[in-house]
RNA sequence: CGGGGCGUAGCGCAGUCCGGUAGCGCGCCAGCUUUGGGAGCUGAAAGUCGUGGGUUCAAAUCCCACCGCCCCGACCA
């Protein structure tokens, strides 16, 4: 491909709008241009980029036996009220209405589809294990895109969903999935960690993501410097701190604490540090009323709440119930006296002696030691895990990083096989019910994490399996004849190889040629110029190194395709 | 939805406080020179100053409302 004959605008400043190197780069590239907030055109070098991309995901998924499909990214409200899924999602789904006033929702995601599908198609314990799976566009009505491609309200991804006779089988399609994504990233010139995952709206029981460490990642995970733990942040647990339990001959001791309600607040009035005060935070658990208990120096992770008391709905309490239920307004809470159920980080089952809220307007209880002066219903791990926590694991200390979410794979049990009734005949022909995993992949957030993840200063660093372009070919000097007739041979040759190319036959001045090869991150760059067609040679330069190689021109062409085979 | 910021030519920005002929750099177009790390000169094109209303002799500038975009938070598969 001639510069010239595509359509490539590369941009000395990235607009003002850009955050993130990526999103910089991928706008600076000229590989996607912005519609509006969340929406993106993918621009012809884009386009390219995203499909090498696509078509790793398709080998591995063929390779690992899924069938693909293409399921309607319009959808009937009704499968959706069929799963429930149509109050869980609510605000997240895009909804529309036909002519005929029929409502319907654009596929944030296709359980409900795929499961329609197999409970229609799939009639034998003989036509199992099925895993299907398509790359589509999805649409979701997020709050806040962002970055980019990184969050936006339209994306293509990959979704994958196994059908298996049981919980065991169900086992083996998870981890063919879960090898095939090893595979896939490692493909994409990626680095990848996985983790621990909370399912979430999704579902389930178990799953794993797979991050790409970043600082500019959506996600916290924590990583044990000792073994192999790693979760994310939602759901990290950490082992119970180990300390001296504490006892005091004093009793609660109310302070007036006249408008101090939060805990830099009141730490600071009544000089304690903060680990010396008991958080009380009261929640609506599937409507009712609880008081959860945290240490005044950590933050309540409210997925492991909800876990621990079996998939509640939570829900901070407006002011009305708190008041109602604790008796003082919000700032003030305290365990002691509460006739609600109080649940309590475990680091709090080793008593302390500690401040709480008095259930009394602007007043505080002092030498409170909770095994003594109230009670607590249960405690389990609640906190958000930071760094230097103990891993749950090994006990080593915990670090704390950041990550992009590229892929999550999920076993979901029968939560929609058994709503959609997809089941099959056993050998004994007796109905049963299949279990489902699914797996996803980001592929427009996986083409600019890989941009992330792969930079300098001077632009976009592709690895050759996605790069849009594998060679990148200048002549610095277009008015001498010589360097273009050699450049348009070898041009025609490499591409009759098979090997992308993009030819730079602008009129433009050396420094430009190479500054836009740098920024375009093409992997490698061959010069021909008055100067080494001199010694009957080309430059050949790699993306990634500094150094240049002269190669004699009759062995270039090799040269390349052995780089390109992985060879050099 | 809460907090903050921004909206002036394709991109980056000045001008807004203090009302008075809409500017700069890059890019784009034409010509000449130049040709190994974002060239020089000359000339040209390009702007509903986010939108609507108001105040005023006069509004990019002051007032009101709305829209869009970005960041933080809440939320999230």
């Not at 969340?38 to 080998?59: H, S």
């Not at 499961?115 to 034998?124: V, Y």
């Not at 005060?277 to 997925?303: F, M, Q, S, W």
């Amino acid at each position: 491909m001639r510069w010239t004959q595509t359509l490539i605008s590369t941009l000395r400043d990235a607009p003002q709008d850009a955050e993130i190197p990526s999103h910089k780069l991928m706008i600076r590239a000229s590989l996607i241009m912005k519609l509006g907030g969340g929406l993106y055109t993918f621009l012809p070098l884009g386009l390219k980029a995203l499909r090498k991309v696509e078509r790793i995901v398709r080998e591995e998924m063929d390779r690992a036996g899924a069938l693909e499909v293409l399921m309607p990214a319009l959808q009937p409200r009704e499968i959706w009220d069929q799963s429930g899924r149509y109050e869980v999602l609510r605000d997240g789904m895009f909804k529309i209405r036909d002519r005929q006033d029929r409502e319907m929702v654009l596929g944030p995601t296709h359980e409900e589809v795929i499961t329609d599908l197999a409970a229609r198609q799939i009639n034998s314990y003989r036509q199992l294990p099925k895993t299907f799976y398509q790359i589509q566009t999805k649409f979701r009505d997020e709050i806040r895109p962002r970055f980019g491609l990184m969050r936006a309200k339209e994306f293509s991804m990959k979704d994958a969903y196994s059908f298996d006779v049981s919980w065991e089988a169900a086992d083996a399609s998870y981890q063919a999935m879960y090898d095939a994504y090893v595979r896939i990233f490692a493909r994409c010139g990626l680095a990848t960690k996985v983790v621990e995952a909370d399912t979430g709206a999704m579902g389930g029981n178990f799953s794993h993501e797979f991050m790409v460490l970043a600082d500019a990642g959506e996600d916290g995970l924590a990583e044990c410097e000792g073994c192999t733990y790693a979760a994310n942040l939602e759901r990290a647990e950490r082992a119970t701190p180990a300390r001296d339990p504490e006892t005091t001959p004093q009793h609660p001791e109310a302070v007036v604490t006249p408008g101090k309600k939060t805990i830099e607040e009141v730490s600071a009035f009544l000089k304690l540090t903060p680990d010396r005060l008991i958080k009380t935070l009261i929640y609506l658990a599937n409507g009712k009323p609880i008081a959860v208990l945290v240490p005044g120096d950590r933050d309540l992770n409210e997925h492991k709440l909800a876990r621990a008391l079996g998939g509640v709905t939570l829900q901070m309490a407006d002011d009305q119930t708190i008041a109602k239920v604790t008796g003082a307004p919000v700032g003030f809470s305290g365990p002691v006296g509460l006739k609600i159920p109080v649940y309590a980080d475990l680091d709090l089952k080793t008593p302390r002696v500690a401040a709480v809220g008095a259930n009394v307007a602007d007043t505080h209880l002092r030498n409170v030691l909770l095994n003594r002066d109230a009670s607590v219903t249960e405690f389990y791990d609640l906190v958000i895990v930071r760094e230097g926590d103990a891993c749950p694991r090994c006990g080593k200390r915990l670090r704390e990083k950041r990550g992009i979410e590229v892929g999550h794979v999920f076993k979901l049990g029968t939560k929609y096989s058994k709503t959609f009734d997809a089941g099959y005949l056993d050998a004994d022909g007796n109905r049963q019910i299949s279990v489902m995993g699914c797996y996803g992949i980001g592929v427009t957030r996986t083409l600019q994490a890989i941009i992330e993840q792969s930079h300098d200063a001077n632009g976009i660093i592709w690895p050759l399996s996605v790069a849009p372009y594998q060679v990148c070919l200048v002549v610095p000097n277009t008015q001498h004849a010589e360097s273009v007739r050699v450049a348009e041979d070898f041009l025609k040759t490499l591409e009759a190889q098979g090997v992308d190319v993009l030819f730079d036959d602008r009129d433009e001045r050396p420094g430009v040629k190479f500054k836009d090869a740098d920024l375009l991150g093409i992997p490698i760059r061959v010069v021909v110029s008055e100067r080494s067609l001199a010694d009957g040679k080309v430059e050949i330069k790699l993306r990634t190194e500094a150094d240049k190689k002269m190669i004699p021109l009759a062995d270039a062409v090799a040269f390349v395709e052995s780089i390109i085979r992985g060879e050099k």
